[in-house]
């Protein structure tokens, strides 16, 4: 089932990198690839708020305990991520692997690919 890991090739660059899915470094490399996309620059330029995500745990496949990670997003721009809880605008929850699935949705728009 899920597996916490995430990679990908950077194109730019050309260089792979492999994140842990939900970790602060999975987080802060979405906040980057996200700033610097014009078009999701353009299309979310009036949203503003605070988000904590909570990816459920899932014993039986890896996940021990919940991961809590959260970030803010001003005018199309995210601001700050981070882990743990703390007051936000929304609660986004569902289980670990649910969360998997919804990543791979957008893994061609991040070129990154969810390993299972």
Known sequence: MPNSTSKGLDTSRGRLWLLKFGSLEY?????KRTNADAEYERLSKEETGSFTMLLGAEPA?????????????????????????????FVLSGPYGVWVDISAIFS???RVQIQR
């Open 108 to 110: 061609g728009y991040f």
């Open 61 to 89: 496949n890896g996940i021990p305990k919940p991961i809590v990670v959260g970030y803010r997003e001003e005018k199309g721009k995210i601001l700050e991520v981070w882990e743990g809880e703390r007051q936000t605008d």
């Open 27 to 31: 987080m802060n490399e979405v906040m």
